[in-house]
């Protein structure tokens, strides 16, 4: 008996490390798992869609009026059908999207919607990481459930050395795949 492989729903904003997050879908795919990829606008900006789908084999979400033809709007739809939501690498401004209940983007909206465990990986400058706002926010998601994996000490892109590296993308890969094999979805 085949069984269908756990969808990932992989959430990329707009931080230099995105481009890290190519491996990470491309590494999920290899392991049997069907990605589907979410883009921010600010994701766009340092890498296209186009190299995420490729690489999941799925149309890239980007926008809350895609429609791939079903009656319920993609995110919604994703949203019912994922074992896991992957936000990778999660920026200071999705922290406080998600930690407040926005929804302005699809990542947001699937956020919202879905029932799936929550990874979140960050990548961000560590003056911003460590502020104040930004550690109320994620330690308000982790108390709804969120999981945070990361960030690391290293030499940042913005020339700083301190946390705020994006996690390593292989054990990002292997947490996932913890967490979908214990959501049985």
């Known amino acids: ?9 992989v ?6 490390a995105a481009y890290k997050a190519a ?17 921010t606008h600010g994701a766009q900006q340092f890498i296209t869609p186009l190299t995420f789908q490729t690489l999941s084999r799925n149309p890239v979400i980007s926008s809350v009026f895609e429609n791939p033809g079903q009656w319920k709007p993609a995110h919604i739809a994703l949203a019912d059908r994922a074992a896991l939501l992957l936000i990778v690498p999660a920026t200071a401004n ?3 999207e998600l930690a407040h209940g926005f929804a302005s983007n699809p990542l ?3 956020a919202l919607a879905t029932l799936a465990p929550l990874l979140i990986a960050p990548a961000m400058n560590g003056k911003m990481w460590l502020h104040a706002a930004t550690q109320h926010n994620a330690a308000l998601l982790r108390s709804r459930g969120a999981e945070f994996i990361g960030p690391e000490e290293g030499m940042l892109a913005c020339g700083y050395e301190g946390i ?11 947490r996932a795949m913890e967490l979908v094999a214990g959501s049985k979805r």
């Open 1 to 9: 008996m085949n069984q269908e492989p756990p969808v990932i729903i």
């Open 11 to 16: 959430g990329i904003t707009g931080s230099i």
């Open 23 to 39: 491996d990470l879908v491309s590494k999920l795919v290899k392991r049997g798992c069907e990605v589907h990829v979410t883009m």
């Open 94 to 96: 999705i922290l406080a």
């Open 108 to 110: 947001t909206e699937i």
């Open 164 to 174: 705020g590296r994006l996690w390593k993308i292989d054990e990002i890969v292997e």
